[in-house]
């Protein structure tokens, strides 16, 4: 299944009422899956007694909402911080260290090399799992998230006499193994970084002697401890497992971003400490969405987005992340209050009566859904076709945004799709605003000449792949056969309208407007 889904606020799912009206909610958006926090602090209130009830309800109610649910473990780190650990475990110190910043002041962040903390955390854990695996044979849990955007904050990584002690020690010989066996195959990032030549060296001396070492030292800590959860846990119950990363953007350093989580770069470290986790997830809170989904879809590592920020351009997002990097999933940030139905505004105000022609004219009417309600219907409906087509050249995307008004896809069939911004035609009410909004368009090939588009705000043009800008004698053409607005039900295409005349500007485009989310299908024939 692909994960077309959205994850709740952090205190959304704390008592019964909030998610009964949250799960409701989240089914007419048309969400397939939830991901839903867990605390350490309301399943464990007491030392060693356990409150299973939120889990039961949380259950429950996904079922009722027919939503697969995966599970945020906020354990003793939620955002670098330990705030989700229970009261009793926050009280003693003692039993539960700190880790400190270089002049020794403790932070409300658990020490990673702490035995207690880890069994403590495992522990409650565990308990998790067992109670899934007791009250989960319907699997509406799919998937678990080991902590929450794990990563050390303030410095570069815990500077406590234990993990001084361990960062001028030798790097253990697991890691050293790791990576000079996967050499070719290593992030450029620790590829130039990693001196497999120092025998028995320190982290210093093998990573290079600076915060960006101290980092790599940190994703160790965390990662190793990760494992031992996630070894713990799957052995009774073995469902897959991911961890999320805070994006080390706007050109901080490791310790202003949370160090040594889970990032792109440091993938290799995770991989060498942590494969008992299946996925890194990337959370999107900065500018610069195709550079970052770019960064996270490695050879072994499926693009999954646990969290983006909540807005409009998500489904944009959405369509792009499945369509071009064949992602697993993608879920806005606090999606329940996400609306479900757009405010409405009337189509025919919306024409610019000084254009030349009835062109601004597109009468489909939409039914009013706000854009993440309308993509993710489409996508819900696609899915058997997306996954079909994983990892092919039968499925692209291309993501418009104000600087990049057009893109091309090539098929296999040697056409050449230009797919331009719908209000480069500079017939759409929203044309003449100085910035435009992001608009995307999934294209499936689903046979020969013959293509499925999901999108928002585009126009498509079609040629031969070997033509060039000008017509030549000799050049095949490109035609639409046939244009369909289509829905699918039970696997089926089910024509909607047929779309010519001035919705295809007389044969010569296929063409979604801003403001609506479409499944055309077209068929393409040469003269
Ligand atoms: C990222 C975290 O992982 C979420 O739990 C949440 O705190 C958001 N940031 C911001 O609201």
Redesign the pocket.
């Known amino acids: 299944m692909l994960i077309i889904g959205g ?1 709740l ?2 205190s959304s799912a704390s008592v019964p009422e909030d998610v009964h009206r949250h799960f409701a909610h989240l089914h007419h958006l048309g969400l397939n899956t939830v991901l839903v ?1 867990l605390s350490w602090e309301l399943i464990e209130p007491n030392e060693g007694t356990f409150d299973m009830s939120m889990l039961d309800t949380v259950l429950a109610e996904a079922r009722a909402a027919d939503l697969k649910v995966v599970l ?1 473990w906020f354990g003793a780190w ?2 670098s911080m330990s705030c989700y650990a229970p009261e009793w475990f926050k009280r003693d110190t003692k039993r539960f260290p700190r880790a400190h910043t270089r002049d020794g002041k403790p932070v409300e962040e658990a020490s990673a090399l702490s035995r207690n903390v880890l069994d403590a955390d495992c522990r409650a854990f565990c308990h998790v799992l067992q109670h899934l695996r007791d009250n989960d044979s319907e699997q509406t849990v799919v998937m678990l998230q080991v902590e ?2 794990m990563g050390m904050i303030e410095v570069p990584r815990d500077y406590s006499a234990d993990a001084t002690a361990l960062y001028h020690s030798p790097v253990p010989e697991s890691l050293m193994r790791y990576l000079q066996q996967h050499r070719k195959t290593l992030h450029p990032y620790i590829a130039e970084r990693f001196h497999p030549e120092v025998q028995h060296g320190t982290w210093d001396e093998v990573f290079g002697g600076d915060i960006y070492a101290e980092e790599i030292f940190q994703s160790w800590t965390y990662a190793t401890y990760v494992q031992e959860l996630a070894t713990a846990g799957r052995a009774i119950y073995d469902l897959p497992m991911f961890v ?1 990363v ?1 994006l080390d953007s706007r050109g901080r350093q490791p310790g202003q971003y949370p160090s040594g989580g889970p990032l792109a770069q440091l993938i290799d470290i995770w991989r060498a400490a942590a494969p008992a986790i299946d996925v890194l997830g990337v ?1 999107i ?1 900065d500018q610069g969405y195709a550079d970052w989904t770019a960064k996270y879809h490695l050879p072994d590592n499926p693009l999954f987005i646990p ?1 983006i920020r909540l807005a409009d351009c998500d489904a944009a997002y959405a369509l792009y992340a499945f369509g071009h990097h064949g992602a697993m999933g993608f879920c806005p ?2 999606i329940e209050d996400y609306p479900l139905y757009a405010e409405y505004t009337s189509a025919a105000a919306a024409v610019d009566l000084s254009r030349n022609d009835q062109l601004n004219a597109f009468t489909a009417p939409g039914e009013g859904l706000s854009p993440l309600a309308a993509c993710y219907r489409l996508l819900r409906q696609a899915e058997p076709l997306i996954i079909a087509r994983q990892g092919t050249d039968d499925m692209d995307a291309v993501l418009l945004t104000d600087a990049q008004r057009e893109g091309t896809i090539e098929t296999p069939d040697g056409i050449r799709m230009t797919i331009r911004h719908s209000y480069s035609l500079g017939w759409e009410a929203g044309a003449a605003a100085s910035s435009w909004p992001e608009v995307a368009c999934m294209v499936l090939r689903l046979g020969r000449d013959d293509y499925l588009f999901i999108g928002s705000g585009v126009v498509v043009t079609f040629a031969d792949s070997k033509a060039g800008d000008v017509w030549q004698k000799g050049d095949v053409r490109i035609g639409l056969a046939k244009c369909e607005e289509v829905v699918i039900e039970e696997d089926a295409l089910r024509v909607v309208r047929t779309l010519n005349g001035d919705q295809t500007h007389q044969g010569r485009h296929m063409r979604i407007p801003v403001g609506q989310y479409a499944m055309q299908h077209v068929r393409l024939y040469r003269y």
Do not use: Q
């Open positions: 994850e606020g952090n926090p945020l939620k955002n929450n955007e999320n805070a959370d809170y969290e940030f606090s």
